[in-house]
């Protein structure tokens, strides 16, 4: 199955300064899923967005896809330390195969 | 709110043990699943099931089976624990069976940190 790639792994910012990640997957999507892990915690559902659809917001967080670099982004803006936490994509795959390939996640530290 | 129940957030096994790891879910929710998380690797994925008593093998199948005799209830069972799973495992949970279920968000529990020694 193929498998979504985070970059960066590790990113460390000030808080209130705005944290952007990005993802990169091999072959064709139907879509892409961004979640977030508290340390020692589950991972926690944050956007999911369709192959037909370009930007997706929910609160702090803005989602873009580009289906034509296979690639997407989430940006946090005016991070707070509670978003300290690491982020992990996910992607499907148009072969038939139903299940969701996870990155290896990308580590954000939010500096007070 | 969704609640995913993880039965043990740390356990501690000896090689050799048979070992269960029990998850539960209060949202009537059709489709479970297990995963392992390694540093390093991600996210792999054990066993699905997207009904009472049926399952499907995911990516990592080998040494371990599962059992879902009620809609809630989806459990990991480790035939003869080894060392080389020693490892966190996440029970996640998702809505519809009847659609493409990677299309949906899964619902994730805290995890149990199993430790086989």
């Known amino acids: 199955s193929q498998q979504g790639e985070e970059d960066p792994q590790a990113l460390s910012i000030q808080e209130g300064e705005n944290a952007t990640m990005n993802c990169s997957y091999k072959t064709s999507i139907n879509n892409l899923q961004w979640y977030r892990q508290n340390s020692g915690r589950g991972l926690v559902h944050l956007i999911l967005?369709?192959?037909?659809?370009r930007e997706k917001h929910s609160g702090r967080l803005r989602v873009t896809l580009d289906t034509s670099k296979k690639s997407s982004s989430l940006l946090i803006t005016a991070s707070r330390a509670a978003d300290t936490a690491s982020y992990f994509c996910?992607?499907?795959?148009?072969?038939?195969?139903?299940?969701?390939?996870f990155g290896k996640g990308n580590q954000v530290v939010v500096i007070p | 709110d969704v609640k995913v129940t993880q039965s043990s957030r740390y356990l501690v096994k000896r090689t050799g043990e048979k070992v269960f790891l029990e998850c539960v879910q209060d949202m009537d929710h059709e489709n479970m699943f297990w995963y392992r998380q390694d540093p390093g690797l991600g996210l792999r994925l054990i066993y699905f099931?997207?009904?009472?008593?049926?399952?499907e093998k995911g990516d990592i199948p080998e040494g371990y089976s599962v059992s879902r005799e009620k809609k809630e209830r989806f459990s990991l069972i480790l035939e003869s624990a080894s060392t080389n799973q020693t490892s966190m495992y996440l029970c996640a949970s998702s809505l519809d069976r009847g659609k493409d279920f990677s299309n949906q968000p899964q619902h994730f529990g805290d995890g149990t940190r199993l430790s086989i020694l």
């Open positions: 967005i369709r192959s037909n659809e």
């Open positions: 996910a992607t499907d795959a148009r072969s038939g195969n139903n299940r969701l390939a």
């Open positions: 099931s997207y009904d009472v008593k049926m399952k």
